[in-house]
């Protein structure tokens, strides 16, 4: 029931639409699209006739409560008028169905009723209505009501519109603060938000996790004999080979902080986390990276610390660094150019006692 049409002169000025003033130029309702419940033919007709006279695009009709949803969730309107008396389900029942069904969205409902008691008024509004009309309506002030409802509703639009943008804006916000400029990796604030979340996720899932801090061995003795822009050459290398070496999704590097990098690398227990220091040891020594200030090689190296667990209740991201940055700590002090992992170390005493 869908389609209006054209009521015959002499439904004008019968009970839905008092005689009066019908159209103002210029004045009317523009690109909105309206559902009509009403049961009685001759009054929805004339609404529909008035609507598309005053410039609503579309004009759905519905004579009873279920039509009335079904419509409403087939074309969602912008805006509903909606009779109180129905057969069967009541135009208060209507608004609540529309209302669950909207979803956070919003429709203008404005009941159109020949109930015109205070309480019929409060129940409508109660129910979910935004305006209350009594039969019968004189045109002028139907479409005035429509057009304040149309404002409210393009109002709603620019604001719902505005907060799409400035939550796309925050996204990028918050990826460029996350972003180190030099490297284009992570930095150190990214590290903590995604360590967070994976943390969780690992004790959720029960996985081993696995976290290396890295650091450039003599870097300082880098920056004093080649210069500091070859320094920032050599920082940008390294932060391509080390997102070269993470190829699994959810691997990650980043630039911890001045010449330290961190990877995390989720679902990876001890013995994954050394083959992939290894791997990681070996892609360097083949880009040799020329270092003539290094006293372990001619070429720059990479010390790292290394942590591996299944996180428990008390494991956190500062507890994780923390034991990562120590095992970095004793790789340098072991002579560089090497990694180290407690856990490992432990495996490895285990395995002698028991051999
Ligand atoms: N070029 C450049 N150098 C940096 C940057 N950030 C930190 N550095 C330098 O990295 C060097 C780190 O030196 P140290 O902390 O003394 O460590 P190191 O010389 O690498 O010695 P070990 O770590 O003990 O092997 C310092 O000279 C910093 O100035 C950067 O963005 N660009």
């Known amino acids: 029931m869908n389609t209006p049409t054209i009521p015959p002169p002499a439904i004008l000025g019968s009970k839905g639409l008092a005689p009066g003033t019908i159209h103002i130029a210029g004045q009317g ?6 559902l009509v419940v009403d049961d009685q033919n001759s009054v929805r007709q004339l609404i529909a006739y008035e609507l598309k006279r005053s410039g609503a695009t579309e004009v759905y009709q519905a004579n009873d409560a279920d039509s009335a949803l079904e419509l409403f969730q087939k074309h969602r309107p ?3 008028l909606l009779d109180i008396r129905l057969p069967g389900k009541d135009g208060y029942w209507v608004a609540r169905r ?3 069904s909207e979803n956070g969205d919003w429709t203008p409902i404005i009941f159109l009723s020949g109930l015109d008691s205070d309480l019929d008024v409060w129940q409508g509004i109660e129910s979910g209505g935004d305006d209350y009309l009594v039969k019968p309506v004189k045109p002028i002030v139907l479409m005035a009501k429509l057009r304040a409802m149309q404002r409210l509703l393009d109002m709603r639009r620019r604001l719902v519109s505005m907060s799409a ?3 796309q804006a925050n996204q990028r916000l918050n990826h460029m603060v996350e972003i180190d400029p030099l490297t284009g990796l992570v930095n150190r604030r990214g590290l903590e938000r995604i360590l967070h979340s994976e943390i969780d996720a690992a004790r959720r899932e029960q996985q081993p996790m696995t976290l290396m ?3 450039l061995d003599f870097f300082k003795t880098y920056n004093d004999s080649l210069g500091h822009l070859k320094g920032d050459d050599c920082l940008r290398e390294v932060g391509r080979l080390l997102q070269d070496v993470c190829v699994r999704p959810r691997d990650v590097a980043f630039r911890y902080g ?7 690398l989720p679902s990876t227990p001890r013995s994954g986390a050394m083959t992939f220091a290894r791997a990681l040891g070996n892609v360097l020594r083949k880009r040799t990276i020329p270092h003539p200030a290094s006293s372990v090689s001619e070429f720059l190296t990479i010390s790292g610390g290394i942590t591996t667990c299944i996180p428990d209740s008390n494991t956190d991201q500062e507890s994780l660094i923390m034991r990562a940055d120590q095992a970095l700590y ?3 002090a072991q002579g560089r150019d090497r990694f180290f992992s407690f856990e490992m170390q432990m495996d490895t005493i285990e395995q002698l006692r028991t051999r």
């Open 330 to 332: 004793t790789a340098k």
């Open 78 to 80: 912008d805006l509903v």
């Open 165 to 167: 943008e400035l939550r």
């Open 258 to 264: 001045g010449e330290e990098f961190a990877l995390l």
């Open 213 to 215: 801090l890295c650091d």
């Open 98 to 100: 529309l209302r669950e």
């Open 29 to 34: 309702i523009s690109n909105i699209r309206v």
